[in-house]
């Protein structure tokens, strides 16, 4: 026979439910192992009439790249992959602006040196690139917080923004306690 094929609405020709559909991924792997593994190990039971029987075998795993796979696809947006700080690649991006202007680049230099130090995992895009593209390269992997170094610095600040709010301007000097106390004490984090 030839299987039926439904749309969400459609009415199930069993039990007359509406059909609708959703998104899934396949975390976990269901193994059928049989009795492969019980008789080479001659692992065996006693069954009701008392007669020796194999063991049915059958294991369940979850792989580390499919648990990945699963956060990525659920924590994505239009702009890239929005990784949960605890796993993402790094908690911080720094980005410079323009790397003709030396009190930037030094900025930026002595904040991933506090925040490394602090034990924060920090990315420093000092790439001779439009500020548009780092941007959407740091939105792209998914880095949680973003730091830009710019034009503010002549005022004593550099710009913040967690990936999924608004950005804000900082002090310089407060910025990495500011990101410390983020990454550190999860009730804090802005989502």
Not at 159 to 173: G, L, N, P, Q
Request: glycine fraction near 8%; proline fraction near 4%.
């Amino acid at each position: 026979t030839k299987p039926i094929l439904q749309e969400t609405g459609a009415f199930c020709p069993k039990c007359g439910g509406k059909i609708h559909f959703a998104h899934g991924i396949e975390v976990g792997n269901t193994f059928k192992l049989g009795t492969k593994y019980s008789k080479a190990m001659d692992l065996q039971y006693l069954d009701s009439n008392n007669t020796l029987q194999y063991v049915w075998m059958g294991s369940y795993g979850i792989g580390p790249g499919r648990a990945m796979a699963a956060l990525a696809e659920q924590n994505a947006d239009e702009n890239g992959i929005n990784w949960p700080a605890e796993i993402a690649p790094y908690q911080v991006a720094i980005v410079i602006i323009s790397m003709k202007d030396e009190k930037q680049v030094e900025t930026a230099n002595k904040l991933y040196d506090e925040l490394t130090a602090k034990g924060v995992e920090v990315i420093l895009d000092d790439r001779d690139e439009r500020p548009g593209v780092k941007f959407k390269d740091m939105e792209l992997i998914g880095i949680p917080y973003r730091i830009t170094v710019g034009k503010g610095i002549a005022d004593g600040n550099v710009e913040f923004k967690a990936r999924t709010s608004d950005k804000e301007d900082i002090a310089v000097d407060a910025v990495v306690d500011h990101v410390v106390s983020i990454v550190n004490y999860p009730d804090l984090r802005i989502r």
